[in-house]
């Protein structure tokens, strides 16, 4: 690991002053933010990420919970996973987003990562965090070592000849379910983006994630307000029950009376090159009735399109039953 000096600022203006001098905000920056560390202590130590100067972010006051007048939620950027997970405004109106956040990690990760970490956390693509290999993100224009090699855990969605690699979050599905709004202040001042429009494709620019520019502090996260009578969940399919990350996963917010579903927003996690909304999905539950028919219409929809790599057409089918077992266990009586 090489070198590196740490600056504390105490307000935003600092920090984003700070960051806005780096060369990128994506592979390859030499200025940082650090909130958890979970994930970029990590790739420091293997090389794969070598900033020179981090900006820990943790004096900032960021850290809060609180509703909004429209009965929405506002998350500050280092409020830490667990007390996301376990808020009580999060357990009785976003209960996908609590499921997402206690299925990934352990419990001591939970504990450090925060929300803005989450978001930005990097492909676990076992070549992107080895240096001795080619790898599209870490280094453009080496090659992809994933695309003839091990890719039983990548992504069948959103992938483009340059990178396969899935993204990791959890969390970020369960967001994306629930059509969160990420709040930036950058060196040219603030602005909201929806989640949709956060996490990039890879495309020929695996290297460049998100939309972050150099300054750019995530300073917390909103939720519009829950609808009326939905229920939401998260479930998870994984090699093993804890500390490990998702082969499929599905996050749905439904709303049904009478046996019809009035309103969905689906998201898949696992299969994806970012996490997966399926508005196509949406359009097969809307105004349909709550059977099996329909929801496995709803997954081959989500699933349309998907490219499969050598080790993992196994994801197609089973990120189909995942959506479909979710959308039975949103749908049956209570
Ligand atoms: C062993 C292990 C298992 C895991 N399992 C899972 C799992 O099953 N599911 C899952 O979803 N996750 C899992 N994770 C990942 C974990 O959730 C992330 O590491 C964590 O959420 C990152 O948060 P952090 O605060 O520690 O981020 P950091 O490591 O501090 O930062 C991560 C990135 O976010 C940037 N950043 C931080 N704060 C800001 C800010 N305010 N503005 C702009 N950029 C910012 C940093 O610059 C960095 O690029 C696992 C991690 C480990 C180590
Ligand atoms: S899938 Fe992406 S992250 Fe993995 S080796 Fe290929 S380019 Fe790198």
């Not at 494709?201 to 995530?218: A, F, H, K, M, S």
């Amino acid at each position: 690991m090489n070198t590196f000096q740490i600056t504390r600022p105490r307000d935003h203006g600092q920090a984003t002053a700070a960051t806005a001098k780096a060369k990128t905000a994506q592979q390859g920056a030499d200025i940082r933010f650090i909130a958890g560390g979970t994930t970029l202590i990590d790739l420091m130590k293997l090389n794969v990420e070598q900033p020179q100067n981090l900006v820990d972010v943790n004096r900032l006051p960021l850290d809060k919970i609180e509703a909004t007048p429209d009965g929405g939620l506002t998350i500050g950027a280092t409020v830490r996973n667990t007390d996301l997970a376990w808020h009580p405004l999060v357990r009785k109106n976003y209960n996908v987003l609590s499921e997402a956040i206690l299925s990934g990690a352990t419990v001591q990760i939970r504990n450090m990562a925060t929300t803005a970490g989450n978001l930005v956390q990097r492909t676990r693509c076992v070549y992107f965090r080895d240096t001795s290999m080619p790898c599209n993100k870490r280094e453009p224009g080496s090659g992809c070592g994933a695309i003839n090699g091990f890719n039983r855990n990548l992504a069948i969605l959103g992938t483009s000849e340059q990178c396969i690699a899935t993204n990791p979050s959890d969390m970020n599905v369960a967001m994306a379910a629930l059509e969160a709004t990420i709040h930036v202040r950058g060196a040219k001042g603030e602005r909201s983006i929806p989640i949709g429009e956060f996490h990039l494709l890879p495309g020929n620019t695996p290297q460049r994630e998100t939309v972050l520019e150099p300054g750019d502090l995530i300073t917390h996260v909103t939720l519009p307000p829950p609808a009326p009578g939905n229920r939401s969940l998260y479930l998870k399919l994984r090699d093993r029950m804890s500390y490990e990350f998702a082969l499929a996963s599905a996050a749905v917010v439904i709303t049904s009376a009478n046996g019809k579903i009035t309103r969905a927003r689906i998201a898949m996690g696992g299969v994806g090159t970012k996490p997966w909304r399926s508005t196509e999905a949406e359009g097969e539950l809307t105004d349909q009735p709550a059977n099996e028919t329909t929801f496995r219409k709803a997954a081959e929809a989500a699933l349309h399109g998907a490219k499969p790599q050598s080790q993992n057409a196994f994801k197609v089918e089973l990120a189909k039953r995942c959506l479909v077992h979710a959308l039975k266990l949103a749908t049956q009586p209570a």
